[in-house]
């Protein structure tokens, strides 16, 4: 199908008989170990990528992740647009939070005795 609509009308049809919502995560599932995605250096198949499957931008980005896979895992995109608290004006905004937390563990003196 060439027809950009008739793709869209198509995909509609597709989500609805599976019950996908229209803003999405998705990635390929290349049934890959960490450390076999590292060695074929895959892993930027193994981040999810937001998708609006009602944009053409988004189903040219879709068309290109299915090029090189041959499964697909959608995951819905929660927190819908309504609960985002990131705002500017009356706009609502994605946001991502990534917190690293370095913990350091102190044996005592009766572990260090048990280890010796």
Same mark, same amino acid.
């Given at each position: 199908?060439?027809?950009?609509?008739?793709?869209?009308?198509?995909?509609?049809?597709?989500?609805?008989?599976?019950?996908?919502?229209?803003? =999405?995560?998705?990635?390929?599932?290349?049934?890959?170990?960490?450390m076999e995605s590292q060695e074929q250096k895959v892993d930027k198949y193994r981040k999810p990528m937001?998708?609006?499957?009602?944009?053409?931008?988004?189903?040219?980005?879709?068309?290109?992740?299915? /090029?090189?896979?041959?499964?697909?895992?959608?995951?819905?995109?929660?927190?819908?647009?309504?609960?985002?608290?990131?705002?500017?004006?009356?706009?609502?905004? =994605?946001?991502?939070? /990534?917190?690293?937390?370095? =913990?350091? =563990?102190?044996?005592?003196?009766?572990?260090q005795g048990e280890a010796a």
């Amino acid at each position: 199908i060439t027809d950009p609509a008739q793709k869209l009308y198509q995909l509609k049809g597709f989500m609805n008989d599976h019950d996908i919502p229209e803003l =999405v995560y998705a990635n390929a599932d290349l049934n890959l170990s960490v450390m076999e995605s590292q060695e074929q250096k895959v892993d930027k198949y193994r981040k999810p990528m937001w998708l609006d499957l009602a944009n053409p931008i988004c189903l040219d980005l879709l068309k290109r992740l299915t /090029q090189s896979c041959s499964h697909v895992v959608f995951r819905e995109a929660l927190p819908d647009e309504s609960q985002h608290w990131l705002t500017q004006g009356e706009d609502n905004y =994605v946001s991502e939070l /990534q917190f690293e937390i370095d =913990v350091c =563990v102190q044996q005592t003196e009766d572990q260090q005795g048990e280890a010796a």
